[in-house]
């Protein structure tokens, strides 16, 4: 793939043009954290790095960038595998900067910490949640994909807040929280294998597209 | 080998088909491309670039290390610098040459660290023609380079483009609808109106193969009107495009001139009307 | 020598034909010397504003009169002229350039006299025709 790694430094810098965003959803995430603890660090953290991430393949530039790579010698699918690459990493930086403020928060506020099996299964779970979301932004643009990452992220917090009392759910959630540390890394290898899977379907998708 | 060939080329997309289509542009020569808003030129160009896929036929295009586009609007992030631009740009082309980039950008009055959001119109348009001239790109595609141009700016276009074919082994592909552009460059032109290829010759011979007509409407008879592109009839006579050889039917009180490239596009284009 | 050449875009004739005119004058006049070479063919074309093809045009007739050879990848030479041939050529130029005006002249009944006049007035030197 002689392509690849220029492709993955005009990423960097399609990303780095949005470094003052990016900037700020960290400002933000640090806020919420410090206003309400360490437990929301994930979850906040998880809600912004989705909406980074998902930046690269719908921005509001989307279409000069396919006009650009259109004019460049490179191959559809390196722009896929590009933009997940990317993505992934962009992702454990976000995991690992939540997990940090989390662990800053906690200390200053003398509040249990969160583990390593916390961060693992955010990781996963956001990667599970990346891996369902991407495909419907290469098939169907930014407004559409926004609307499917809504839908699916607030059933997911949707159904946390009305059915978080249900014992059964909480039990669930527990174990995949704390209790267990392999079940952490289950779900971060489900999310590994969703992306590989999700990577193959966007490929098709995008190498079939008119642009 | 040519830089480009599309041959039978048939793309279907809501209820209009473009082609089937061929279109060459020779090697070491300007082929302009020219039709009105809406005939198919800008989807014959991502065709070209394989931005679109084809329903039929074939296209061959010289690789893309060795083409350069320019479209009416940069093709780059906003926030981006000229510098930035050529490095995002430069690791796809092993031809690129920094010091040519650089040179470029001074001719265009472009600052390497000025935004591409905050370029106007016209250096938009040159800081792609730097691009593209800065990585030994023989064949430049261009896509309604002029639009909302100055006539300064246009005229600094054509004057690169000239410089640029001083290389034999150079060739472009203008598709505009502002014909004017091409009466001094262009060696070959494409017409396209709705979807399909109505001429394609040698500038000189598409212009002589028409004529401008004004005539009385007295001798505006049934057998000539079906002769006349774009008739337009008014209250004192008629005006239309003939081809020349059927200007030989014509009456006494008509008079057929040489066309301008603009002229043959819009009475191409144009149906009839009656006053 | 500086070899100039000026073409109108709007007196009616081929940019072709005016290049090639101007050209065939300054080889005949010897200001481009024998084996010379003349600008090529792109250089002219970018510089004149008009298309590849025009200028490739003019340089393709001069090579079918003989007045010069066209090498390709390296340029356009004047070729050495038999000046007999050259001559003859003119001559028969100005022999149907003749039997036209004569045949315009029948359509009017103009008489020899008035014609050798016509010829006279434009045979005077340059200067005087000037100031006229």
Same mark, same amino acid.
């Given at each position: 793939?002689?392509?690849?790694?220029?492709?993955?430094?005009?990423?960097?810098?399609?990303?780095?043009?949005?470094?003052?965003?990016?900037?700020?959803?960290?400002?933000?995430?640090?806020?919420?954290?410090?206003?309400?603890?360490?437990?929301?660090?994930?979850?906040?953290?998880?809600?912004?790095?989705?909406?980074?991430?998902?930046?690269?393949?719908?921005?509001?530039?989307?279409?000069?960038?396919?006009?650009?790579?259109?004019?460049?010698?490179?191959?559809?699918?390196?722009?896929?595998?590009?933009?997940?690459?990317?993505?992934?990493?962009?992702?454990?930086?976000?995991?690992?900067?939540?997990?940090?403020?989390?662990?800053?928060?906690?200390?200053?506020?003398?509040?249990?910490?969160?583990?390593?099996?916390?961060?693992?299964?955010?990781?996963?779970?956001?990667?599970?949640?990346?891996?369902?979301?991407?495909?419907?932004?290469?098939?169907?643009?930014?407004?559409?994909?926004?609307?499917?990452?809504?839908?699916?992220?607030?059933?997911?917090?949707?159904?946390?807040?009305?059915?978080?009392?249900?014992?059964?759910?909480?039990?669930?959630?527990?174990?995949?929280?704390?209790?267990?540390?392999?079940?952490?890394?289950?779900?971060?290898?489900?999310?590994?294998?969703?992306?590989?899977?999700?990577?193959?379907?966007?490929?098709?998708?995008?190498?079939?597209?008119?642009? | 080998?040519?830089?480009?060939?599309?041959?039978?080329?048939?793309?279907?997309?809501?209820?209009?088909?473009?082609?089937?289509?061929?279109?060459?542009?020779?090697?070491?020569?300007?082929?302009?491309?020219?039709?009105?808003?809406?005939?198919?030129?800008?989807?014959?160009?991502?065709?070209?670039?394989?931005?679109?896929?084809?329903?039929?036929?074939?296209?061959?295009?010289?690789?893309?290390?060795?083409?350069?586009?320019?479209?009416?609007?940069?093709?780059?992030?906003?926030?981006?610098?000229?510098?930035?631009?050529?490095?995002?740009?430069?690791?796809?082309?092993?031809?690129?040459?920094?010091?040519?980039?650089?040179?470029?950008?001074?001719?265009?009055?472009?600052?390497?660290?000025?935004?591409?959001?905050?370029?106007?119109?016209?250096?938009?348009?040159?800081?792609?023609?730097?691009?593209?001239?800065?990585?030994?790109?023989?064949?430049?595609?261009?896509?309604?380079?002029?639009?909302? *141009?100055?006539?300064? #700016?246009? +005229? %600094? &276009?054509?004057?690169? @483009?000239?410089?640029?074919?001083?290389?034999? =082994?150079?060739?472009?592909?203008?598709?505009?609808?502002?014909?004017?552009?091409?009466?001094?460059?262009?060696?070959?032109?494409?017409?396209?109106?709705?979807?399909?290829?109505?001429?394609?010759?040698?500038?000189?011979?598409?212009?002589?193969?028409?004529? *401008?007509?004004?005539? #009385?409407? +007295? %001798? &505006?008879?049934?057998? @000539?009107?079906?002769?006349?592109?774009?008739? =337009?009839?008014?209250?004192?006579?008629?005006?239309?495009?003939?081809?020349?050889?059927?200007?030989?039917?014509?009456?006494?009180?008509?008079?057929?001139?040489?066309?301008?490239?603009?002229?043959?596009?819009?009475?191409?284009?144009?149906?009839?009307?009656?006053? | 020598?500086?070899?100039?050449?000026?073409?109108?875009?709007?007196?009616?004739?081929?940019?072709?034909?005016?290049?090639?005119?101007?050209?065939?004058?300054?080889?005949?006049?010897?200001?481009?010397?024998?084996?010379?070479?003349?600008?090529?063919?792109?250089?002219?074309?970018?510089?004149?504003?008009?298309?590849?093809?025009?200028?490739?045009?003019?340089?393709?007739?001069?090579?079918?009169?003989?007045?010069?050879?066209?090498?390709?990848?390296?340029?356009?030479?004047?070729?050495?002229?038999?000046?007999?041939?050259?001559?003859?050529?003119?001559?028969?130029?100005?022999?149907?350039?003749?039997?036209?005006?004569?045949?315009?002249?029948?359509?009017?009944?103009?008489?020899?006299?008035?014609?050798?006049?016509?010829?006279?007035?434009?045979?005077?030197?340059?200067?005087?025709?000037?100031?006229?």
């Amino acid at each position: 793939m002689r392509d690849l790694a220029p492709m993955l430094r005009l990423d960097l810098l399609t990303l780095v043009a949005s470094r003052k965003m990016l900037a700020i959803y960290v400002l933000v995430v640090c806020f919420l954290v410090a206003v309400n603890g360490a437990l929301v660090a994930l979850p906040m953290i998880g809600v912004a790095s989705m909406m980074v991430c998902l930046n690269l393949f719908g921005t509001i530039e989307n279409h000069r960038l396919t006009q650009l790579y259109g004019s460049l010698p490179l191959r559809r699918r390196t722009v896929m595998v590009s933009h997940y690459a990317v993505t992934a990493v962009l992702t454990c930086v976000f995991v690992l900067l939540g997990a940090l403020a989390a662990g800053v928060a906690a200390w200053v506020r003398a509040e249990p910490a969160v583990g390593v099996a916390e961060g693992v299964g955010t990781l996963g779970a956001l990667l599970l949640v990346l891996a369902l979301v991407t495909p419907a932004y290469v098939a169907w643009g930014t407004r559409t994909g926004g609307l499917v990452t809504l839908v699916v992220v607030a059933t997911v917090i949707g159904g946390l807040l009305a059915f978080g009392d249900n014992p059964v759910l909480a039990g669930a959630l527990r174990g995949l929280a704390g209790v267990g540390p392999e079940a952490s890394w289950w779900v971060l290898g489900a999310g590994v294998l969703a992306q590989a899977a999700s990577l193959v379907v966007s490929i098709g998708v995008y190498t079939r597209q008119d642009h | 080998m040519n830089p480009l060939e599309l041959t039978g080329v048939i793309k279907r997309r809501d209820g209009f088909t473009l082609g089937p289509l061929d279109l060459v542009v020779p090697r070491g020569y300007v082929m302009g491309f020219v039709g009105a808003n809406g005939a198919g030129k800008t989807t014959t160009i991502k065709i070209a670039l394989g931005l679109v896929h084809a329903d039929e036929g074939s296209v061959r295009l010289v690789g893309h290390d060795r083409v350069g586009v320019v479209h009416d609007q940069p093709a780059y992030v906003g926030k981006w610098t000229a510098a930035q631009v050529g490095r995002a740009v430069a690791p796809f082309h092993p031809a690129w040459d920094p010091e040519r980039f650089r040179a470029l950008l001074d001719w265009a009055g472009i600052e390497p660290t000025r935004q591409v959001k905050e370029l106007s119109r016209g250096m938009g348009m040159k800081l792609q023609l730097a691009v593209a001239l800065s990585h030994a790109a023989e064949l430049l595609i261009l896509d309604e380079p002029t639009s909302g *141009l100055d006539p300064l #700016a246009r +005229s %600094e &276009l054509l004057e690169m @483009l000239a410089d640029f074919m001083t290389d034999e =082994r150079h060739s472009v592909l203008f598709s505009t609808h502002i014909t004017s552009d091409l009466e001094k460059i262009a060696d070959y032109v494409t017409v396209i109106e709705r979807g399909r290829v109505v001429a394609s010759t040698t500038r000189d011979e598409l212009v002589d193969s028409y004529r *401008l007509v004004r005539g #009385a409407a +007295s %001798e &505006l008879d049934a057998d @000539l009107r079906p002769l006349v592109h774009g008739l =337009r009839e008014h209250g004192v006579g008629w005006q239309g495009l003939m081809a020349t050889e059927d200007t030989v039917s014509l009456g006494r009180r008509a008079v057929a001139e040489v066309p301008t490239l603009e002229e043959i596009v819009v009475h191409l284009a144009k149906e009839p009307r009656h006053a | 020598m500086q070899i100039d050449i000026v073409v109108s875009k709007t007196s009616g004739l081929p940019i072709y034909e005016q290049i090639k005119a101007q050209l065939k004058a300054a080889i005949l006049l010897g200001h481009i010397a024998e084996g010379e070479a003349l600008p090529s063919i792109r250089g002219l074309a970018r510089d004149l504003q008009v298309s590849i093809i025009t200028t490739t045009r003019a340089y393709s007739d001069l090579a079918a009169e003989g007045l010069v050879t066209n090498v390709p990848g390296k340029g356009s030479y004047v070729l050495p002229r038999n000046a007999e041939l050259v001559r003859e050529r003119v001559l028969r130029e100005i022999e149907e350039h003749f039997a036209e005006a004569v045949t315009q002249a029948r359509l009017v009944d103009l008489s020899a006299a008035e014609l050798h006049a016509v010829l006279d007035a434009a045979l005077t030197p340059s200067t005087e025709q000037e100031q006229s």
